[in-house]
């Protein structure tokens, strides 16, 4: 679990860093095996949304940290990335409003960027 903390840390900063919207992190680890944390964004277009993707995948690689397997990224409307104990969903506005993975996935707890 805390290698899978500071994987959410080191992509939530790298996320901000990029000017990265409402940043939400969501511990998952009670209610799934899919990860540890889901942690969600969007960017204002197509370019902002790969620019925060590379973004994530630079930070999270230079800490020796791999991308297991990206999605949409072609698409630039919602990009996934799974490294394991995390996932990354990159959204432009429109998509994460129509998807609301928040709601979705409301069981989980979210976490403040502190607690990590």
Same mark, same amino acid.
């Given at each position: 679990? /805390?290698?899978?903390?500071?994987?959410?840390?080191?992509? @939530?900063?790298?996320?901000?860093?990029?000017?990265?919207?409402?940043?939400?992190?969501?511990?998952?680890?009670?209610?799934?095996?899919?990860?540890? @944390?889901?942690?969600?964004?969007?960017?204002?277009?197509?370019?902002?949304?790969?620019?925060?993707?590379?973004?994530?995948?630079?930070?999270?690689?230079?800490?020796?940290? /791999?991308?297991?397997?990206?999605?949409? @990224?072609?698409?630039?409307?919602?990009?996934?990335?799974? *490294?394991?104990?995390?996932?990354?969903?990159? *959204?432009?506005?429109?998509?994460?409003?129509? @998807?609301?993975?928040?709601?979705?996935?409301?069981?989980?707890?979210?976490?403040?960027?502190?607690?990590?």
């Amino acid at each position: 679990m /805390e290698e899978s903390k500071l994987m959410a840390k080191l992509a @939530y900063k790298a996320l901000d860093d990029k000017k990265g919207e409402d940043i939400k992190v969501i511990d998952i680890s009670k209610i799934s095996v899919l990860a540890d @944390y889901f942690i969600i964004a969007n960017g204002t277009n197509d370019s902002q949304v790969r620019a925060l993707v590379e973004a994530v995948e630079e930070t999270l690689e230079k800490e020796g940290f /791999e991308v297991k397997q990206r999605e949409g @990224y072609g698409l630039g409307s919602w990009v996934l990335l799974d *490294f394991g104990e995390i996932i990354v969903h990159v *959204f432009d506005r429109e998509n994460r409003l129509f @998807y609301d993975l928040e709601r979705i996935w409301r069981d989980g707890k979210t976490v403040d960027i502190e607690e990590l």
